[in-house]
């Protein structure tokens, strides 16, 4: 059904993309919700706290949306697969792998924000939803990391981590992307997805590694006109 797969820019590769997030999002965004009410009784810092609460509302308002989303365009099945790999933060939400993963997750989603508020624009429901997911993510990209920072944990760790989820999430969203290319076949479809790589490669494969430069901080990227001008 291309009119219901291709909302976003009109591209098979760009809506595929889209689906594969969301797909994951209601799973992980409860999870990582957990994660910071876990942290919030060991953090000090009481602006550091308050942040932590606002970010647990958002994670929580994200997951109803995204189910809605994936209730809509047949992607339940995967979502129901996410919340059974999401079981074991729920019984151990103190872990720091859990909080480290917060951090390369949340990382990658700045990053997938400033693509998609940089290249899709239209009008419609689905459109909005992730435009309004995109702003709170840039504007929350930096929890996670502060929350660590402020406990002590180590940067080694956290790298170790940081590369496991990375190589993960983006395996997710190739394979979700190649097989909804490649089942519609078409020539225009494959050069769609050719420009989405590109755009992938340019916002997202390479900004992602910025977290292993020296001194990186979340909000070292200026994201003021991303959010400005797409509220």
């Not at 942040?51 to 994200?62: D, K, L």
């Not at 340019?202 to 509220?231: C, K, T």
């Amino acid at each position: 059904d291309m009119n219901r797969s291709s909302w976003c820019n009109n591209s098979v590769a760009w809506t595929a993309s889209c689906e594969a997030v969301s797909a994951v999002f209601p799973a992980w965004e409860k999870a990582f919700a957990a994660v910071a009410m876990h942290h919030i009784d060991a953090v000090q810092d009481k602006t550091l706290r308050l942040r932590m609460h606002e970010f647990v509302s958002e994670e929580i308002a994200h997951a109803a949306a995204h189910s809605a989303f994936n209730r809509r365009n047949n992607l339940k099945a995967i979502e129901e697969a996410e919340y059974k790999k999401t079981a074991i933060v729920f019984k151990c939400p103190g872990r720091k792998l859990w909080l480290g993963t917060m951090i390369s997750i949340e990382h990658f989603a700045s990053c997938m924000s400033r693509m998609y508020l940089s290249n899709c624009k239209g009008e419609g429901r689905d459109y909005k939803l992730f435009a309004w997911h995109s702003r709170e993510e840039l504007g929350h990209k930096a929890l996670a990391f502060d929350v660590w920072r402020h406990l002590g944990y180590s940067d080694k760790l956290l790298m170790r981590i940081v590369r496991q989820n990375q190589a993960y999430i983006l395996k997710a969203v190739f394979s979700h992307v190649t097989a909804r290319v490649r089942k519609s076949g078409g020539f225009r479809d494959w050069m769609g997805y050719v420009l989405w790589l590109c755009s992938v490669i340019r916002w997202v494969g390479l900004p992602m590694l910025q977290i292993y430069l020296p001194g990186f901080h979340p909000n070292h990227s200026d994201d003021r006109r991303f959010i400005e001008v797409s509220a």
